[in-house]
């Protein structure tokens, strides 16, 4: 019995690390899927409050954007991971075929050897075949076998019973694939049928828009303007930053920073840390990326963004991305506000505040609040706009902060 115990442990572990690296590759789609059920749940949360007016348009066009893209994102992941469980049902059920041929060809003999047993198994004929030997040696060993023998019927019948368990477990195993996979082939098809809804309403909404191109179009190169008129601002306050570190140093003017020892070991801190930092928002989706890109829906407009604009929910908090001093804090356009934190010879930039809670000069820690990010009453939207650069040359926040 107790061989029989380790034998289906063995059984079980084999089972197990068979479909190891099926499992793995699945289990990660599985974490991938949970993690855009997240996402898409608190982006449509967070684009339900979008106001719909003719001004909003293309606000809510960008915003049905949005939701369709993240959607089809967890359709192409439970597609995948329906197609991984699929692979699994196939390798379960060649298991499953194996095991009835080896229970079979195991039964046939264990009955034929049952029957020429039973043909010569009284016990004259073993106290025969016993006493038949010629010397001790071969009774010896004649004894021997008719253990050895007994030994093995009892190993058949034992293999038998953990041949049939193996049956069984494999067959559970298959039946909660099989249900797994119509989970999710389930969910799949309710995904894309919401799709496909939003896609009806993406192209009336996109019709609307369409009419009206060249208002938006205004719309977009005077948002583009207060932009560059903003980052500008921000650039002078770094530039003269530097300027007065080099005078401080008494050294020529340089395009960078005169670090003492101490800000030297905070901005390699700052760089050890590269794709790490933490988001300035505790939550969040970037609604923008870094860099030169097309207008998503006016594709006469570009855009060329020197940092990464987060939406995120109404009284969000700002928070620094890593120890460091307030260098400045500026007042823009429509009263609103934005942060400057030196880390070093890198600067975070945090733009779009409605209040702050910090003054120039001021020690921040990672993650302390800074500011509460404005909510526009007219679009119900509150984005947060953050650039991060290394004196003066702006750099792709996303290579920065974890897993934007």
Do not use: C
């Not at 699945?26 to 855009?36: F, G, K, P």
């Not at 953990?162 to 098809?189: G, I």
Request: without cysteine; hydrophobic residues 35%.
């Amino acid at each position: 019995m107790q061989f029989k115990f380790k034998y289906v442990l063995v059984f079980l572990a084999l089972i197990f690390s068979a479909n190891l690296f099926s499992q793995n590759s699945r289990e990660v789609l599985e974490a991938r899927r949970i993690q855009l059920q997240k996402d898409k749940e608190y982006i449509n949360a967070l684009l339900s409050n979008t106001k719909r007016t003719e001004k909003n348009l293309l606000i809510e066009l960008l915003d049905l954007n949005k939701k369709i893209d993240t959607r089809e994102k967890l359709i192409s992941v439970i597609s995948k991971e329906s197609k991984e469980l699929g692979n699994e049902i196939y390798e379960n059920q060649l298991e499953i075929n194996k095991n009835k041929r080896d229970l079979e060809a195991l039964k046939k003999d264990y009955a034929d050897m049952i029957y020429k047993s039973y043909k010569s198994k009284s016990q004259n004929s073993r106290i025969m075949f016993l006493l038949s030997s010629e010397n001790f040696f071969q009774a010896y060993k004649r004894f021997q076998y008719m253990k050895q023998y007994t030994s093995f019927r009892k190993m058949q019948g034992e293999e038998i019973q953990v041949k049939t368990f193996e049956l069984e477990a494999l067959s559970d195993s298959l039946k909660l694939k099989k249900d797994q996979k119509q989970l999710l082939l389930n969910k799949q098809q309710k995904e894309q049928s919401v799709v496909e809804k939003e896609k009806k309403e993406q192209e009336i909404v996109l019709s609307q828009v369409k009419k009206k191109e060249n208002k938006y179009e205004r719309q977009i190169k005077e948002f583009i303007k207060e932009e560059n008129r903003i980052n500008a601002q921000i650039d002078k306050i770094i530039r003269d930053a530097i300027a007065a570190s080099n005078n401080s140093a008494g050294g020529a003017t340089s395009g960078t920073f005169v670090l003492t020892a101490e800000a030297k070991e905070l901005a390699s801190q700052f760089a050890s840390n590269k794709g790490k930092l933490p988001w300035p928002v505790e939550k969040g989706y970037v609604s923008m990326y870094f860099g030169k890109q097309p207008h998503p829906i006016v594709t006469t407009a570009t855009i060329e963004s020197n940092g990464v604009r987060i939406t995120t929910e109404e009284g969000s908090k700002a928070r620094a991305v890593f120890n460091g001093t307030v260098l400045s804090v500026q007042i823009l356009s429509g009263n609103k506000k934005a942060v400057l934190i030196q880390h070093g010879n890198y600067i975070t930039v945090y733009k779009n505040l409605e209040n702050v809670t910090v003054s120039t000069g001021d020690k921040v820690v990672t993650k302390q609040e800074i500011g509460t990010i404005f909510t526009d009453r007219v679009t119900g939207k509150t984005i947060i706009g953050f650039v991060l650069s290394k004196n003066t040359t702006t750099e792709d926040p996303s290579l920065w902060i974890y897993k934007m």
